[in-house]
């Protein structure tokens, strides 16, 4: 059986001082009196987003197996070329932005192309984003994870393809189980409808990610938005920034889903022999 091996080594990581084989080993003890087997790739990304608290790391690694284990339309199958995540990638833009910020943080990308609330599929658009975010994550460690959410050609409709028991493992997801610390989200183009929104979301929101993230609207001073929160550098031409337009990410981000399958692959094996 293949191990969930990620695109860096270990001992980098170490050898840069952000973790100490020590607290590696600490983790893996924990691990084995759990029955739990994760390879050392794995340990290194769930310390980090934890900042090496061994007892954070812990109610993080139960929180990600007990979620994946709840939901798994979401984090099961994860095969880009199957019909449904096709049709999906013709709904929504997903990218990872290649470069990551001043303090190492990586920023992923979603907006709509198709803007008929007919073709949305929450439980599809889900399942890319949170590919997409380990497909940020697997070749090296972030220091942090920024979204960026466009709501560009979002419509009052697009709310009768919401569905709620989705909304709340996608939060739980965030604020629970992330290999990867959250730092922002950054909500751009808000719609007039936000209100109604949010009184779907908020119930699943903690007060922490509460604070993490920000809406921008439409008229939105771009200057004052690179000044106090994304510099140029690190955005696309679409938005102002120095790197390559969206489309360019969006499909470098689709070829790398595919070339992830046997990582997936790997991981959901790994999954259900936790079960």
């Known amino acids: 059986m293949l191990k969930v091996r ?7 990581v170490v050898d840069e001082g952000r973790i100490t ?25 769930f310390s980090l987003s934890c900042l090496n608290r061994i007892e954070d790391v812990k109610l993080v690694i139960k929180s ?7 939901c798994p339309a979401i984090f099961t199958n994860r095969k880009v070329h199957l019909a449904k995540l096709q049709q999906q990638l013709k709904v929504v833009q997903l ?33 890319l984003l949170f590919m997409t975010l380990d497909a940020a994550i697997y070749d090296y ?5 920024i979204i960026l959410f466009d709501m560009q050609g979002v419509g009052l409709l697009h709310l009768t393809r919401v569905e709620l028991g989705l909304v709340k493992i996608f939060f739980q997801y965030l604020q629970e189980c992330l290999p990867v610390r959250l730092r922002n989200i950054h909500v751009l183009n808000t719609v007039y409808f936000l209100e109604k929104i949010m009184s779907f979301i908020k119930p699943f929101m903690n007060a922490e990610v509460t604070k993490l993230i920000h809406f921008h609207p439409t008229n939105l001073d771009m200057n004052e938005f690179y000044d106090n929160h994304i510099a140029r550098e690190y955005l696309p031409a679409n938005y102002g ?10 499909e470098r981000n689709a070829k790398r889903l595919l070339e992830l399958e046997e990582f997936f692959e790997a991981e959901e094996n790994q999954q259900n022999l936790m079960v």
């Open 141 to 145: 460690p972030p220091t942090g994870l």
């Open 95 to 127: 990218a990872v932005f290649p470069e990551r910020t001043v303090d190492g943080c990586v920023i992923i990308f979603h907006r709509l192309c198709d803007t008929n609330f007919r073709h949305y599929h929450m439980e599809s658009a889900m399942k």
């Open 241 to 250: 920034g120095y790197l390559e337009t969206v489309d360019v990410f969006v």
């Open 64 to 70: 990600y197996y007990t979620t994946k284990t709840m």
């Open 6 to 12: 990620y695109g860096f080594k270990v001992n980098t």
């Open 21 to 45: 084989v020590n607290q590696i080993n600490d983790i893996k003890a924990w691990l084995k009196n759990e029955n739990l087997n994760l390879t050392d790739d794995q340990i290194v990304l």
